[in-house]
């Protein structure tokens, strides 16, 4: 009995530590392999290229940036060329842009981030719910942590369609997925942990508007777009806009850019030049250059990149961005955004200046981010989270498979042992 409970206690600690072994591989990237050395510039943009060119099933736009400024850029299409001017549908990196657009309210003392919502609202209420909706802010909405699950909804409107009001979209949405509720309400303790919930934008679009005073769009345009002399980008599609790239859905066919209730959240349409400029405004201030326009006080930059929300003890989002891997002096912070067939990344390291972006539709898997998670790796020799999420699958296996191994060992070894006994 006590050679049964000691080999428990061995195939426990083993096992235990073999699976650690395998977590802490994976977090720390050291089984991953990227696509060149960190300072073989040339390797990683052939790799990219030639990447693009044999995967894209549409168009596609890409930019690498160093100390602020775009150093490489790669352009492919299967129909009407693209460029850094085209135009594309980005889908979710659009709750990024609107955070600054809340932190500009901050910085005006028009809005604070830990007060209760329901005091900025005007035009509508959370729903009474089982929770205290009171827990409510804007920290909590824009880190995904308010409670508020994502049963929204954004497949949006067909060109033809009504686009139904904000409100009402609230309440209840019309163009929700079947599978989820369609409505923005508490579900879930405020601040207790993340869910990533489109509804929670969708609140501070309204709470923009009832705020300023002013449409969203108008808001967004006088606040952020104006200052920073974007020409080319808005909240919901212009379909007169030459710079427009096609949008490739199935089997390389053309789909149509749909019109969205849901701006703040999923309805941003920009270019690489005004990307660019984006995340320009959002780099530390040695990396931004002379003249270029002092959007958000370093306050508030440091409170957008301050960690919030955490899955499996590691931190993945902070004040409107996610954080995809952690730097010595920080995290590679931005936001990716996806739609069927269409995918959006923008990532950089505010420390160094260093960025990507990348747009593209034809794929329907996320083919940006996925090319976006080799930058991450090249630059820090960690993974983000994607591949973190996409792995742990593998690395559950791993562990499983060692258990088995140790249990095989231990009994063989007990086998060896009796065999060899010496007799008396």
């Known amino acids: 009995m006590k050679k049964f409970i000691v080999s ?10 073999w699976g650690a072994l395998r977590i802490t591989a994976l977090m720390q990237g ?10 073989d510039n040339n390797g990683f943009t052939n790799a990219l290229n030639i990447t693009i ?13 160093e100390s602020g400024e775009i150093v490489h850029t790669y352009f492919y299409s299967k129909g ?9 549908g980005v889908a979710s990196v659009g709750k990024w842009v609107t955070a600054m657009g809340v932190m500009r309210l ?8 830990d007060t209760p919502v329901s005091t900025y609202l005007k035009s509508w209420a959370l729903p009474a719910s089982n929770f205290d909706n009171n827990k409510v802010t804007l920290r909590l909405l824009l880190s995904h942590t308010a409670g508020i699950e994502d049963g929204l909804g954004h497949d949006g409107f067909a060109p033809n369609e009504e686009i139904q009001p904000l409100v009402e979209h609230l309440t209840q949405a019309a163009d929700a997925d079947p599978e989820v509720s369609g409505r923005v309400i508490v579900t879930q303790e405020p601040g207790s942990q993340w869910d990533y919930s489109g509804g929670s934008y969708n609140l501070i679009q309204l709470i923009i508007q009832d705020v300023s005073g002013m449409t969203f769009s108008d808001f967004m345009y006088e606040e952020i777009f104006a200052p920073l002399n974007l020409s080319n980008t808005q909240f919901q599609v212009d379909r007169n806009e030459p710079l427009l790239a096609q949008y490739y859905g199935e089997n390389e066919t053309l789909r149509e850019y749909p019109n969205y209730t849901s ?9 690489i030049i005004d990307m660019h400029k984006l995340l320009k405004a959002n780099l530390n201030s040695t990396f931004r250059g002379d003249g270029f326009p002092n959007l958000l006080s370093k306050q508030s930059l440091n409170q957008m990149r301050a960690p919030i929300a ?30 069927p067939f269409l995918n959006a990344s923008v990532r950089f390291d505010p420390s160094n200046g260093s960025g990507f972006i990348m747009f593209q539709t034809g794929n329907d898997e996320a083919f940006a981010s996925d090319i976006a998670t080799q930058w991450t790796l090249w630059k820090t020799g960690k993974p983000d989270i994607y591949l973190v999420n996409n792995r742990i699958d593998l690395v559950i296996k791993d562990a499983l498979l060692g258990f088995v ?6 009994i063989a070894f007990h086998i060896w042992q009796s065999k060899h006994k010496p007799r008396l």
């Open 310 to 339: 955490s899955v499996g003890g590691q931190y993945i989002w902070g004040t409107g961005v996610m954080l995809f891997a952690p730097t010595k002096e920080g995290y590679v912070i931005g936001h990716g955004g996806k739609s």
């Open 263 to 271: 701006l703040a959240a999923t309805g941003l349409y920009t270019n």
């Open 30 to 39: 050291w089984l991953l392999t990227p696509w060149s050395e960190t300072d």
């Open 80 to 88: 009407e060329p693209v460029d850094e001017q085209s135009v594309f």
């Open 53 to 65: 060119k044999e995967q894209a099933k549409g168009n596609a736009v890409v930019a690498l940036i």
């Open 106 to 113: 901050v910085e005006q003392g028009k809005l604070d981030l």
């Open 405 to 410: 191994v140790i249990v095989i060992l231990v």
């Open 8 to 17: 428990l206690l061995i195939i426990a600690l083993l096992s235990t530590a």
